[in-house]
């Protein structure tokens, strides 16, 4: 019970962080649903990818309102995707789950980087913020 | 909407920048159960020259339509917990509404540091 707590409440904290930072909340989502309930590497990140939808649904609704969509381009990256998901899915179920896992959290600390050198990167030209 | 003239323009049209984009970012989306975002975003900013909150605002839409693609594709494949998913995805779509809001308020450096390290400490634990 306090795992499944704890499991909605980094739900929900994927979703704040997703907003912020401008990712999909998967990043959060697939260590939450491996390491808090116990899923494969490969069952956690097919299943992130359906807990994302709704999260990312209402991100890109309160961006449209905020008129940043630009909607050619979202929808031509979007259907391409399409294409490079049938790829992944085909070497995403070749893998072992131990190579999944570590691939992931190389991902991680890839990911970690990104978005200290965001942060770093906006306070030297003050462009957002202070 | 030209193919020339904007800042980080490799001279291809930009119809297939956006291709060759989605097509990165739904290989990176289905390999590890994220949106793609974090290779969508830098390259819609590098090699399209969106700024980068268009860039962000873009990417989300996209993704809509790549993880649709993607649970399909794992479903068949008979991966998908749907309990699992409506535990950590409902309550994410309620924080989402916060995050968005407080984008556009504040600053988020610290916040953002705070962050990186999270993500570099579960990344390094995962990886050893």
């Known amino acids: ?130 | 909407m030209k193919g020339g003239g904007f800042r980080g323009d490799l001279g291809f049209p930009r119809g297939l920048q956006f291709v060759a984009i989605g097509i990165v970012a739904g290989l990176f989306s289905a390999l590890f159960g994220v949106g793609g975002g974090i290779v969508a975003v830098p390259l819609l900013v590098f090699v399209a020259g969106l700024d980068l909150r268009s860039a962000t605002a873009t990417s989300l839409a996209a993704i809509g339509v790549i993880a649709l693609a993607g649970t399909v594709s794992y479903a068949a494949h008979g991966r998908v917990d749907i309990g699992a998913a409506a535990l950590v995805g409902l309550p994410g779509m309620a924080g989402a509404l916060v995050g968005t809001a407080l984008q556009q308020r504040i600053s988020v450096r610290v916040l953002s540091l705070g962050f990186a390290a999270l993500l570099a400490g579960v990344g390094i634990k995962l990886l050893v």
Do not use: C, K
């Open chain 1, 1 to 130: 019970m306090a795992t499944l707590a704890l499991v909605a409440l980094a739900g929900l904290a994927g979703g704040v962080l997703a907003g912020l930072f401008g990712v999909g909340g998967g990043i959060v989502y697939v260590p939450a649903l491996a390491l808090g309930l116990g899923l494969s590497q490969l069952d956690a990140e097919a299943t992130s990818l359906l807990a994302i939808l709704p999260t990312v649904l209402v991100g890109a609704a309160s961006q449209h309102r905020y008129g940043n969509v630009r909607w050619r381009a979202g929808v031509i990256v979007g259907l391409a995707g399409v294409a490079g998901v049938q790829a992944g899915v085909l070497i995403a179920l070749q893998l072992s789950d131990d190579a999944l896992r570590r691939l992931f959290g190389a991902l991680m600390v890839a990911v970690a980087l990104q978005v200290a050198w965001r942060a770093l990167r906006t306070a030297h030209n003050g462009s957002v913020g202070r």
